[in-house]
């Protein structure tokens, strides 16, 4: 680090209520950037509410803003990639679903800051890591993959799938009971279970694992 200081800096984009901010906290300062303005009302960091393009574009590009971050994080929309995307198409559904990757990879890109893009497994991105529940003792899959610019993450090894209880975090859940599973499978505590973003959130062990590996490599 150029600097001395208790904390990294994180700007996290596309951040939601703050799953991956969660699995920050410890060892980062994290500001997110999110056009859905209730996230807010959950997520854990300083949150800016805005577009994160428009954010850039009309804000603090040319400025000195980014000079603080140490690290940039960008989780995306996930739609055009998604599992249940690709079932709506298959059963004939015509689903235009947004692509975020490109544009995304350009603007961290411009900032010039070490980055992680995070997204389901089909999506364009580099495969630098791919994590999965089960990998931090967690009762799900949910696999994720990862782009990493500036530094490197080691791959954990990838527990066989045989017969571990799992759950699948999705959309709405319909009975209580579901509550102590999800709750259990992600992670999270910070989001109410029944909120729509729960379920859009990826377990911050996750970012825990990112964000060691980069203090590792920065230290």
């Known amino acids: 680090m150029n600097q001395v200081r208790d904390k990294i800096r994180v700007l996290d984009l596309f951040c939601g209520a703050g799953g991956v901010a969660m699995g920050m906290l410890k060892y980062a300062a994290v500001t997110g950037v999110d056009n859905h303005e209730n996230c807010g009302k959950y997520y854990p960091g300083r949150f800016i509410h805005g577009d994160v393009f428009t954010f850039y574009k009309h804000t603090f ?28 198409i298959s059963q004939g559904y015509n689903y235009d679903a947004v692509d975020l990757i490109p544009p995304t990879r350009e603007l961290l890109q411009s900032i010039g800051k070490p980055y992680v893009i995070e997204n389901v497994v089909g999506a364009p991105l580099r495969e630098d890591l791919m994590l999965c529940g089960l990998m931090f003792g967690l009762p799900l899959y949910r696999h994720r993959i990862f782009e990493i610019e500036g530094f490197k993450c080691e791959q954990p090894e990838h527990p066989k799938h045989e017969g571990q209880q799992v759950y699948s975090v999705y959309g709405n859940p319909q009975k209580a009971i579901m509550k102590k599973h999800w709750i259990k499978a992600m992670g999270i505590t910070h989001i109410p279970y029944s909120s729509r973003h729960f379920a859009k959130a990826i377990p911050p062990k996750f970012s825990e694992y990112n964000i060691k590996q980069f203090l590792k490599v920065n230290e």
């Open 61 to 88: 590009e040319g400025t000195d803003f980014f000079n603080q971050f140490d690290l940039v994080w960008a989780s995306p929309v996930c739609t055009k990639y998604s599992i249940v995307t690709k079932r709506w």
